[in-house]
């Protein structure tokens, strides 16, 4: 087991794609699987890699992270085209995709808990953080990631941890357990940009405030900055926090080649990432960190940033574009105020 790392992929995936003559326009684009799939086949001989034939969430699942309207709602789609809202299509196979999507994260969740891997990468789409627990929102339909952590709480876990570095900040998720102190989700996301949610107030509600950490980064953040978040909020959050279960909503927007926001993280900086989180889990837990698949629409980095991501796993060699640069004093007010923030938050653990 703890030379295995499990991925989840489906050719059902493909299918999502945008409805019309204008096909192949959106960013959220069937070839975004193929350079995910390149990318972490490429970092793994074939006896490393155990393949977990991806199921259909049930409604019992997908219910645990969204309200049954729109479970039944989100159903009335299949087989149809169209726009859930300006961002987010739909397509005959859109409904079976997203459904499969999420069954396939709760796959990759039972492979970490039961054993049959210490790492798992779920290569899914369509993409899930913003979906909300009543509405689809930002190309996502079901919030792959929820309802994964949602399973492992209903299997058992005790706590589980969501890191999200999408360059977007995961409203849907942070809606969704908001007010729950069994799981920890921290953003790390461009600010200003959409949604226009994840400032550094946004702490959690209830028995939740303190399991939500927000570390908003100006524009143009690189390698240096995520590093430093990474050693200074997120992995301090982390080990106090003492998570069963790590989940990532992984992502990789925040790539400077990305056309969709304005950071300047390298493939490099995401490998630096994964070591950190992977050393943050407690000592007592081997492995059980998992991946899923969020954003990046530059072909091209999100092959090579995904390879790095699963070379990190077991501290194998990734590209080096040697040592971070210092921060920048934009960079260290953000992540000075994000300090603060969550020193003041009672410890969950």
């Given at each position: 087991?703890?030379?295995?790392?499990?991925?989840?992929?489906?050719?059902?995936?493909?299918?999502?794609?945008?409805?019309?003559?204008?096909?192949?326009?959106?960013?959220?684009?069937?070839?975004?699987?193929?350079?995910?799939?390149?990318?972490?086949?490429?970092?793994?001989?074939?006896?490393?890699?155990?393949?977990?034939a991806?199921?259909?969430?049930?409604?019992?699942?997908?219910?645990?992270?969204?309200?049954?309207?729109?479970?039944?709602?989100?159903?009335?789609?299949?087989?149809?085209?169209?726009?859930?809202?300006?961002?987010?299509?739909?397509?005959?196979?859109?409904?079976?995709?997203?459904?499969?999507?999420?069954?396939?994260?709760?796959?990759?969740?039972?492979a970490l808990?039961?054993?049959?891997?210490?790492?798992?990468?779920?290569?899914?789409?369509?993409?899930?953080?913003?979906?909300?627990?009543?509405?689809?929102?930002?190309?996502c339909?079901?919030?792959?990631?929820?309802?994964?952590?949602?399973?492992?709480?209903?299997?058992?876990?005790?706590?589980?941890?969501?890191?999200?570095?999408?360059?977007?900040?995961?409203?849907?998720?942070?809606?969704?357990?908001?007010?729950?102190?069994?799981?920890?989700?921290?953003?790390?996301?461009?600010?200003?940009?959409?949604?226009?949610?994840?400032?550094?107030?946004?702490?959690?509600?209830?028995?939740?405030?303190?399991?939500?950490?927000?570390?908003?980064?100006?524009?143009?953040?690189?390698?240096?900055?995520y590093?430093?978040?990474?050693?200074?909020?997120?992995?301090?959050?982390?080990?106090?926090f003492?998570p069963?279960?790590?989940?990532?909503?992984?992502?990789?927007?925040?790539?400077?080649?990305?056309?969709?926001?304005?950071?300047?993280?390298?493939?490099?900086?995401?490998?630096?990432?994964?070591?950190?989180?992977?050393?943050?889990?407690?000592?007592?837990?081997?492995?059980?960190?998992?991946?899923?698949?969020?954003?990046?629409?530059?072909?091209?980095?999100?092959?090579?940033s995904?390879?790095?991501?699963?070379?990190?796993?077991?501290?194998?060699?990734?590209?080096?574009?040697?040592?971070?640069?210092?921060?920048?004093?934009?960079?260290?007010?953000?992540?000075?105020?994000?300090?603060?923030?969550?020193?003041?938050?009672?410890?969950?653990?």
């Amino acid at each position: 087991m703890e030379n295995t790392i499990a991925v989840v992929s489906d050719p059902l995936f493909v299918e999502h794609r945008e409805p019309g003559p204008e096909s192949g326009g959106h960013p959220e684009r069937p070839e975004r699987l193929a350079a995910a799939r390149s990318g972490f086949f490429s970092a793994l001989p074939p006896e490393r890699v155990t393949v977990l034939a991806p199921r259909d969430a049930s409604n019992d699942e997908l219910g645990r992270a969204h309200e049954p309207a729109y479970v039944e709602e989100l159903s009335r789609i299949a087989g149809r085209r169209g726009y859930l809202d300006a961002d987010t299509y739909y397509a005959p196979a859109s409904y079976a995709a997203a459904v499969r999507a999420a069954g396939g994260c709760v796959e990759m969740v039972d492979a970490l808990l039961g054993g049959r891997a210490a790492f798992g990468v779920a290569l899914v789409r369509p993409p899930g953080h913003h979906a909300r627990p009543g509405a689809a929102m930002g190309f996502c339909l079901v919030n792959n990631v929820a309802v994964a952590a949602a399973h492992a709480r209903a299997s058992g876990c005790e706590r589980v941890a969501i890191v999200d570095w999408d360059v977007h900040h995961g409203n849907g998720t942070q809606e969704i357990f908001y007010s729950d102190p069994s799981v920890l989700y921290v953003s790390l996301h461009q600010s200003p940009l959409y949604p226009g949610t994840g400032a550094r107030g946004e702490v959690g509600a209830r028995d939740g405030v303190g399991a939500t950490v927000n570390v908003p980064l100006s524009p143009g953040a690189g390698d240096a900055a995520y590093i430093a978040a990474m050693d200074r909020i997120v992995a301090p959050a982390i080990a106090d926090f003492a998570p069963d279960l790590l989940l990532v909503s992984a992502g990789y927007d925040a790539h400077e080649r990305d056309p969709l926001a304005a950071m300047c993280l390298t493939a490099w900086g995401y490998s630096e990432m994964t070591r950190r989180l992977v050393a943050a889990v407690p000592g007592g837990v081997t492995g059980r960190v998992g991946v899923v698949l969020e954003g990046g629409y530059d072909l091209t980095a999100l092959e090579e940033s995904v390879m790095a991501t699963v070379m990190a796993f077991d501290g194998s060699p990734a590209a080096t574009f040697g040592l971070p640069l210092s921060l920048d004093a934009r960079h260290e007010d953000d992540l000075r105020l994000a300090e603060k923030a969550r020193t003041q938050r009672p410890n969950r653990r």
